[in-house]
């Protein structure tokens, strides 16, 4: 049927309907409107990949009417709205997800079922919005969808790059880095704001007054163009906005005279600048100018966004008599998701001071009470750090600004806290080190923020008591916590419809989508025979689904009777990705060692690990090889490869990670204590009924409390634990156990090929420092990950045990709904309230 026309079976469709059908008939009308007038591929075409674009459309016209009678009640009500910067989004896929949170997913399965297509199929066409790059981004994205759900008044800003991260391919060398081109079609997700454009300046200088004002005039002048994206609540008409901006440059900017001329490079010099603004995340800063773009992609997203608010803040002022900027943060909450929109705070005094004439103490006022600041890790290579000299080029209004916070902040301290001088040091915004003179972007949004928080508890009280600790003394009610969520819309009730149907029909409601915490009533069915045999069956299910993948992306094939075990995240040392591949060594080394009998009677597992390493991380790409070149022999070796698979799944990203949790039976999360800030894929595998085995590390902890310890595979130092360990290891007091020499002796000795991995290795040996010395106590570690290892193989042999154990862990995840930490945020931090768009 595919590939013919899009009237297939369309007897008995009508010609158009109303873009809010819900009959299948109608949909079907819509899609097929969709594929014949808004063309986008050749007429009488009408494949899965047609199907999908024209589906996409037939729910963004719904959305849009929602969307715009939100906006419409956000505008009449004005009530105070949260605005969440954040240099990464995550989105994935968008059309699973709109479709089940405007419930009309049977609608949509069965009108493309007329249309001759199977809506699987169809989603499957998507490309992952990937403009992010790990926790942080889906985080982001996790919590749009619990704002838009909440009816709470909010929008998320961010840029739109032309390429996410990047795509990456599994190779003989290891990782390779190639383009992530998801707009090489077009995303129908996206509405361009035509009439949403505001200058962004970079460069240039300042002008001073005579009455002392001061203003940053010329330089480079970029325009910002704002694409939305329709986030949808579950079942509520509220729909918020993603803001994304791309760069342009001014028409005025492209040089006819030199394009004539035959120089055609610089006739388009200023446009193909903005394209290389929002050309990808992250672009490599070993090079000046590579720093210099970042810089500038953070002062885009701050100056845009904070334009955009102000103008929204000024139009609903318009028609009041009298109206004060004191009251603009009665208005509006600036999140910023960790440093990088930092630039906000010297932007909003700059438009305050230079732009609307406030005084300092004003515009200070102001800006204090808007901005608050999450903090996301404590690792010491991610804390910003922009130089001096950079920032008074590219933004020296911006660094008189700065620096006058900074003398501001010394006076305070000096005259109210004269015991802090000598921490003053590390406390200040600039330091002045005259080798490498840094603006210190945590310090400022510390300083300028009114809340500060971590994301899991031990995170926070790790920043209470050492990366802010001397702040606490000044402001001892500034930092708090607020432990990260998921939705469990996507990570469980889309995601995983087999175990979402036994959840509902065992408790008998399906409030528990937005209502996270009514699924400890599993509780009482844990034991129950009949549910653990409608549990397992969906895991069987959801594990073959995921073998089929596995088998197609890397020709492994494995068994889906074997235990599911798997770590996917950013490749990162402290994430010990390392540990887990040298516990599969050691396992296969102890496999070849057994009889054919004894084989018998082990655990078959199938390890899978998954992940993108930065592309200039070395140690990082050394570990995907090293897990692809093990996999390779072990996965070829007759005698043990029914009892061990190790897979490394290309990659990683929200859509794998959507077939992934569903299938997964373990899951690790054995970061070195006291270094992942909280994990939210811990969350998701737990929700899913996967168990953990982990150190007590980020929101294990706490997950491990809501589930109960004995359903949790504790190994490992604790975080108060490592510093001592460390200076212990210096001391040569370390004494490795004897598995964990094993199995890098056979590394070593080329059981896997010829590839140079000493280099690797060496960072787990000598005595000292960051990457040496095992700074990240994989050794130290080691024998007490692989005794919780037996112990998981022991645990799987018991069914019954497995099954409670799993339906348990579901049981006690609904604290870690995103709900839950956007409710928080909402009243601990914004102070805003829902602002809901009636039902008709
Ligand atoms: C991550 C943290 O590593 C992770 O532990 C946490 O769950 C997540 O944020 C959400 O809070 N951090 C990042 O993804 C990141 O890029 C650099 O941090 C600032």
């Known amino acids: ?17 109303h873009p809010l059908a819900e009959d299948p008939a109608e949909v079907a009308a819509n899609i097929n409107y969709h594929a014949k007038y808004s063309p986008h591929f050749s007429p009488f075409k009408f494949e899965p990949e047609q199907a999908y674009y024209a589906s996409a459309e037939s729910v963004r016209d719904r959305l849009v009417q929602q969307w715009n009678e939100t906006y419409l009640q956000f505008h009449k009500v004005d009530p105070k709205q949260t605005y969440y910067l954040s240099m990464e989004y995550l989105q994935g896929r968008a059309l699973t997800n709109a479709i089940g949170n405007l419930n009309i997913q049977d609608a949509y399965a069965d009108a493309l079922n007329k249309l001759g297509h199977d809506l699987e199929e169809v989603v499957e066409q998507e490309k992952d919005a990937a403009l992010g790059n790990g926790g942080l981004g889906r985080l982001a994205s ?33 990782q390779k880095e190639i383009a992530e081109d998801w707009l090489e079609k077009f995303s129908p997700w996206e509405v361009v704001r035509h009439d949403v454009v505001f200058p962004v300046r970079f460069f240039g200088r300042v002008e001073v007054y005579p009455n002392g004002s001061r203003k940053w005039v010329e330089g480079e002048v970029f325009q910002a163009l704002a694409y939305d994206v329709p986030i949808p609540g579950y079942k509520t008409k509220n729909t918020i906005s993603l803001r994304l901006w791309e760069a342009k440059a001014s028409s005025g900017d492209f040089n006819l005279f030199q394009f004539n001329d035959g120089q055609y490079e610089s006739a388009a010099q200023l446009h193909s600048q903005a394209q290389q603004i929002c050309a990808v995340l992250y672009p490599g800063d070993a090079t000046e100018s590579g720093k210099l773009l970042r810089l500038k992609q953070q002062f885009f997203l701050c100056s845009a966004s904070l334009q955009d ?6 139009e609903r002022k318009n028609g009041k008599d009298t109206w004060q900027w004191s009251e603009f943060p009665s208005k509006v909450a600036v999140q910023l998701n960790d440093t990088h929109p930092t630039l906000a705070i010297p932007e909003l005094m700059r438009l305050l001071l230079d732009d609307e004439g406030l005084g300092w103490d004003e515009a200070w006022d102001v800006t204090t009470r808007t901005v608050a600041y999450t903090n996301h890790t404590v690792l010491p290579e991610a804390l910003e750090k922009w130089s001096q000299s950079v920032m008074w080029k590219l933004l020296p209004r911006h660094m008189e600004i700065i620096d006058e916070i900074d003398k501001r902040f010394l006076e305070m301290i000096r005259v109210t806290r004269p015991d802090l001088e000598s921490k003053l040091h590390n406390m200040r ?3 002045n080190n005259p080798q490498k003179p840094v603006v210190r972007m945590a310090n400022l949004c510390v300083v300028s923020a009114h809340t500060v928080n971590g994301v899991a508890q031990l995170h926070s009280d790790i920043l209470k008591a050492e990366l802010f600790a001397d702040y606490v003394s000044v402001w001892p009610s500034k930092l708090q916590n607020k432990t990260n969520g998921i939705t469990p819309r996507r990570w469980l009730r889309f995601c995983n419809p087999e175990l979402s149907n036994i959840i509902t029909k065992w408790l008998k409601t399906e409030q528990w989508v937005t209502n996270l915490d009514l699924l400890v009533g599993l509780r009482q069915f844990a034991d129950n025979a009949d549910l653990q045999e409608e549990w397992a ?4 299910a959801s594990k073959q689904r995921l073998a089929q993948y596995v088998l197609r992306v890397t020709g492994v094939s494995i068994d889906p009777n ?21 516990g599969a060594i050691y396992r296969y080394k102890k496999l070849k060692g057994m009889s054919p009998d004894e084989r018998k009677n082990t655990t078959p597992r199938t390890i ?10 070395t140690n990082a790409k050394r570990i995907v090889k090293l897990v692809n070149d093990v996999g390779d022999v072990v996965n070829t070796d007759p005698e043990v490869n029914s009892y061990l698979k190790v897979v490394f799944v290309p990659n990683y990203n929200v859509s794998v990670a959507e077939l992934l949790i569903p299938g997964s039976e373990l899951s690790q999360h054995i970061s070195t204590a006291g270094m992942e800030a909280s994990g939210t894929s811990n969350m998701k595998f737990s929700l899913n009924g996967c168990l953990i085995i982990g150190t007590l590390d980020g929101a294990n902890v706490e997950i491990r409390e809501e589930i109960g310890e004995e359903n949790f595979f504790l190994f490992g130092a604790t975080a108060d634990q490592v510093p001592k360990l460390r200076q212990d290891r210096e001391n040569g007091l370390f004494k490795p156990d004897p598995r964990f020499e094993e199995a890098k002796q056979f590394i070593r000795s080329g059981a896997f090929g010829s590839y140079d991995y000493n280099p690797l290795l060496d960072s787990l040996e000598g005595n000292s420092g960051y990457g040496r010395g095992d700074y990240f106590l994989v050794g130290h570690d080691f024998p007490s990950y692989m005794d919780a290892q037996e112990s998981v193989d022991a645990a ?15 049981a006690g995840s609904g604290k870690f709904s995103s709900d839950r930490t956007i409710s928080q945020y909402a009243k601990e931090i914004w102070n805003i309230e829902e602002c809901r768009v009636p039902s008709s």
Request: hydrophobic share 40%; net charge positive; aromatic share 12%.
């Open 309 to 314: 608010i102000i103008q929204r803040f000024k």
């Open 429 to 431: 915004i600039l330091d």
């Open 1 to 17: 049927v595919n590939g013919t026309s899009a009237t297939a079976k369309s007897e008995k469709i009508p010609a158009i309907a």
């Open 796 to 810: 799987y042999k018991d069914r019954k045990k497995w099954l409670k154990m799993s339906i348990l862990s579901t």
């Open 142 to 174: 996790c919590f749009l969808d619990s704002m838009a759900t909440l009816n709470l008044p909010a929008w998320g800003y961010g840029l739109r790059y032309r390429y996410g991260l990047f795509k990456q391919l599994i190779t003989k060398e290891g």
């Open 608 to 617: 899978m690990i998954g992940g993108k390493a930065f592309a200039t991380y």
């Open 562 to 582: 074997s235990l599911f075990d798997i770590q996917v995240k950013r490749i990162h040392e402290y994430k010990r990705q390392l540990m887990n591949i040298l």
């Open 537 to 540: 069956s969906a895991k069987m």
